[in-house]
């Protein structure tokens, strides 16, 4: 319906710190057969003393899609420079949107 699959993934690592999202990313996209571009972390978890952290993935077909999808903060956690490039655009934007309702009141 949304062009995405949603899977929850185990990720084992005794003697290690949680995995990065960025591997996580690239983990799941070998596993599957997509393009890392198209994999995004929505949230790791991980157990205390365990050594094993539960993350939920979204899958989309494609990237375009995943960025109307996916909230400006998820893309900005899994997009590296490329993210918080969108959301310093995306604050500007909320500024200059401030900016204008203020100068109509006056």
Known sequence: MLGRREALVEALHPNASTPTRQAVREWVA???GVDVANVFVRRIRTSYGVGK???EVHIYGDSKLARVLEPLY?????LGE???KL???AR???AERREKRRKRKK
């Open 87 to 89: 959301l310093e655009e």
């Open 82 to 84: 490329e993210g918080k």
């Open 53 to 55: 952290s539960l993350a």
């Open 92 to 94: 500007k934007r909320r």
């Open 74 to 78: 998820i893309l900005a956690r899994n």
């Open 30 to 32: 070998k596993q599957l």
